[in-house]
């Protein structure tokens, strides 16, 4: 499809585990973020890869969080011995530059739910 | 400070009626992009409208437009004819193409649309 990708859509694991979460941005958009959402809160920001610029990993909780972006396209988001408050929805989103006036939206993958036992 | 205010956690509106979102702003910049997102119990998170703070008119995409008032700094969502589709959280988000292009998003409101 065309759309952002997302996987696993959900995931179990145990505490202390570490996981890794995939996100296949549209083609062609060069910005990329990573968005944590608790149920029934809103989004908190992860960070966030422009092109080949350093990202801005100002949202990540922890030392535990890390990300990365391989060849300006697919990144990956790793979570070190997991917590059960890492528990929640991962979400991915791309969009194309932000142009004149930052019209770009962005457009969401259906995320990944992570549980922590 | 906050970059996006959304003040009312919940919302009701009958169905056909029309409801007003409300966002507030905070930016300095004189270039930036109002958006509003849709994201139904199923988890989604899809885009609505868009607002340029060039843009002279106010932004319609069907039955949502956006009432931006500049000087106000508010961007709030008018939902024209209310359909129990519409039953979903909303975010109220801005970005900013001059400082790194970050999106900002709002806390949400929950809109319930009565039958």
């Known amino acids: 499809g065309a759309g952002v990708s997302q996987s696993p859509s959900n995931k179990v694991t145990e505490k202390g585990k570490d996981v890794e979460l995939r996100c296949d941005p549209i083609?062609?958009?060069?910005?990329l973020y990573w968005y944590r959402q608790s149920l029934g809160q809103g989004l908190e920001f992860l960070i966030y890869?422009?092109?080949?610029?350093?990202?801005?990993k100002s949202g990540l909780p922890s030392d535990r969080f890390s990300a990365e972006r391989t060849g300006g396209s697919v990144s990956t988001l790793t979570i070190q011995r997991t917590q059960q408050e890492d528990s929640a929805v991962y979400l991915c989103?791309?969009?194309?530059?932000?142009?004149?006036?930052?019209?770009?939206?962005?457009?969401f993958g259906d995320g990944t739910r992570l549980s922590i036992l | 400070a906050q970059k996006i205010t959304q003040t009312q956690p919940g919302m009701f509106v009958q169905e056909k009626e029309a409801v007003t979102l409300d966002c507030t702003y905070d930016?300095?910049?004189?270039?930036?992009?109002l958006f509003w997102y849709k994201q139904p119990s199923s988890g989604e998170m899809i885009f609505l409208i868009y607002?340029?703070?060039?843009?002279?008119q106010n932004a319609t995409e069907g039955r949502y437009s956006l009432n931006f008032q500049k000087a106000r700094k508010s961007a709030n969502l008018v939902i024209s004819a209310s359909q129990l589709g519409d039953s979903a959280m909303y975010f109220c988000?801005?970005?900013?193409?001059?400082?790194?292009?970050?999106?900002?998003f709002g806390t949400g409101t929950s809109l319930t649309v009565i039958p």
């Open positions: 890869f422009q092109g080949n610029s350093a990202p801005d």
């Open positions: 989103a791309s969009s194309l530059g932000g142009g004149i006036g930052g019209g770009q939206p962005q457009h």
């Open positions: 988000a801005m970005r900013e193409p001059n400082t790194g292009n970050q999106f900002y």
């Open positions: 930016t300095s910049d004189p270039s930036y992009g």
């Open positions: 083609s062609g958009h060069t910005a």
């Open positions: 607002q340029g703070s060039y843009d002279q």
